[in-house]
């Protein structure tokens, strides 16, 4: 089978990367064609049609300045179905791009998945239609998103798990605290965690408040978990406290050696509550698009473990609640009090029980073989 897979960012290269390693040892004939990033390339041994990065846009500001470019590359990836003719296409999350393109590739005939569901029960209900009419198959990595669609929507979908164990179960500690800080000379203190997002925009919106109080935190050092997408240099643009650090490509490792974490809403929330690790969460973006989104997500929290427990579990501080004196007081809570981190970690248990069990690449693996079998 030839497979067509579109992923647009950092957590959907990931997921993507472990599906295609489950379809390779399903299907012998398996061959590849990507859209996505440098995990999915190396599962696959192919080159990528396009990296998520030259057309990885968020926030309403992101996607006006970038509008004709993200009309190019729409218009291109319908060009590049229509030439390789796969035997189905693979669509991972990044809903903005792939629900353009599902509607194309239904009217060609190829059978369409959808693994990762666009948060839809939050908002922009009404692509629901538009996946019902164009999405042959959806796979969700929540149970309560199987029951909004089935029962809100009679469109049935798959529970699979969250993909999320997958990775974190894939995850061997490599140091212990020590060697940890003296490999990436950290000086030997206890770590904060500092998640500022997988995007620039993030970055460059949230890392300047995320590190406002360090330096009230003396007996601790604050790290960055960097990705090697961005150099350096770049962090540093971001970076003026005394006591914040970068490590790359090692966030998994850096949150098992930290006492607490700050983290920009977004999937890397959910990965730091299945580590265990408190957590607090934080979102700023520009004044007109938190507006905006404001007036259409229906949702009393932003954060995934919130989300998911339906009740704040862990501190939650966005745009304007978003200062270094709430900061500090979230923060405070977090590492000092300790019936609110035993809380926050019972809560942990019970959100890791929701998720499901491992296992969800493999299973929609199975099922996409099952479907197309059909």
Same mark, same amino acid.
């Given at each position: 089978?030839? $497979?067509?897979?579109?992923?647009?960012?950092?957590?959907?290269?990931?997921?993507?990367?472990?599906?295609?390693?489950?379809?390779?040892?399903?299907?012998?004939?398996?061959?590849?064609?990507?859209?996505?990033?440098?995990?999915?390339?190396?599962?696959?041994?192919?080159?990528?049609?396009?990296?998520?990065?030259?057309?990885?846009?968020?926030?309403?500001?992101?996607?006006?300045?970038?509008?004709?470019?993200?009309?190019?590359?729409?218009?291109?990836?319908?060009?590049?179905?229509?030439?390789?003719?796969?035997?189905?296409?693979?669509?991972?999350?990044?809903?903005?791009?792939?629900?353009?393109?599902?509607?194309?590739?239904?009217?060609?005939?190829?059978?369409?998945?959808? $693994?990762?569901?666009?948060?839809?029960?939050?908002?922009?209900?009404?692509?629901?239609?538009?996946?019902?009419?164009?999405?042959?198959?959806?796979?969700?990595?929540?149970?309560?998103?199987?029951?909004? $669609?089935?029962?809100?929507?009679?469109?049935?979908?798959?529970?699979?798990?969250?993909?999320?164990?997958?990775?974190?179960?894939?995850?061997?500690?490599?140091?212990?605290?020590?060697?940890?800080?003296?490999?990436?000379?950290?000086?030997?203190?206890?770590?904060?965690?500092?998640?500022?997002?997988?995007?620039?925009?993030?970055?460059?919106?949230?890392?300047?408040?995320?590190?406002?109080?360090?330096?009230?935190?003396?007996?601790?050092?604050?790290?960055?978990?960097?990705?090697?997408?961005?150099?350096?240099?770049?962090?540093?643009?971001?970076?003026?406290?005394?006591?914040?650090?970068? *490590?790359?490509?090692?966030? $998994?490792?850096? !949150?098992?050696?930290?006492?607490?974490?700050? *983290?920009?809403?977004?999937?890397?929330?959910?990965?730091?509550?299945?580590?265990?690790?408190?957590?607090?969460?934080?979102?700023?973006?520009?004044?007109?698009?938190?507006?905006?989104?404001?007036?259409?997500?229906?949702?009393?929290?932003?954060?995934?473990?919130?989300?998911?427990?339906?009740?704040?579990?862990?501190?939650?501080?966005?745009?304007?609640?978003?200062?270094?004196?709430?900061?500090?007081?979230?923060?405070?809570?977090?590492?000092?009090?300790?019936?609110?981190?035993?809380?926050? !970690?019972?809560?942990?248990?019970?959100?890791?029980?929701?998720?499901?069990?491992?296992?969800?690449?493999?299973?929609?693996?199975?099922? *996409?073989?099952?479907?197309?079998?059909?």
């Amino acid at each position: 089978m030839n $497979y067509y897979l579109i992923a647009g960012e950092a957590s959907g290269d990931l997921h993507g990367s472990n599906l295609i390693k489950e379809l390779r040892k399903s299907d012998e004939t398996a061959s590849f064609r990507i859209w996505g990033g440098d995990l999915m390339a190396k599962a696959a041994g192919v080159e990528l049609v396009k990296h998520y990065r030259t057309y990885d846009y968020m926030g309403i500001m992101e996607v006006v300045k970038h509008a004709r470019l993200i009309l190019n590359n729409i218009k291109f990836c319908k060009q590049d179905i229509q030439e390789h003719k796969p035997d189905a296409i693979i669509f991972i999350d990044f809903p903005g791009f792939n629900l353009k393109i599902a509607p194309f590739a239904k009217k060609l005939g190829i059978p369409t998945f959808f $693994y990762i569901s666009p948060t839809v029960w939050a908002w922009k209900e009404s692509r629901v239609k538009t996946i019902k009419a164009n999405v042959d198959h959806m796979f969700v990595e929540l149970p309560f998103v199987k029951d909004f $669609y089935e029962k809100r929507h009679n469109y049935y979908v798959d529970f699979v798990g969250h993909p999320l164990l997958d990775s974190i179960a894939q995850f061997k500690e490599k140091h212990t605290a020590e060697s940890f800080k003296q490999a990436n000379n950290l000086p030997d203190k206890k770590l904060i965690a500092v998640l500022p997002g997988s995007r620039e925009y993030e970055i460059r919106e949230n890392l300047k408040t995320m590190q406002s109080i360090s330096e009230k935190y003396s007996d601790y050092q604050f790290v960055v978990a960097g990705m090697s997408r961005f150099s350096l240099d770049f962090y540093q643009k971001y970076i003026t406290a005394s006591n914040l650090s970068v *490590v790359f490509d090692q966030t $998994y490792e850096l !949150l098992k050696k930290s006492d607490a974490a700050i *983290v920009v809403s977004g999937s890397a929330t959910l990965e730091t509550a299945i580590l265990n690790v408190p957590e607090i969460i934080v979102y700023q973006t520009s004044p007109i698009t938190f507006y905006l989104g404001k007036l259409f997500v229906k949702l009393k929290n932003l954060g995934l473990p919130n989300l998911i427990m339906e009740h704040q579990i862990v501190p939650e501080l966005l745009q304007s609640d978003m200062n270094p004196k709430n900061l500090a007081s979230a923060l405070d809570s977090i590492l000092f009090d300790e019936k609110f981190r035993n809380e926050i !970690l019972d809560n942990y248990a019970q959100l890791r029980d929701k998720l499901g069990n491992e296992g969800a690449a493999g299973r929609v693996s199975s099922l *996409v073989q099952k479907y197309l079998q059909k």
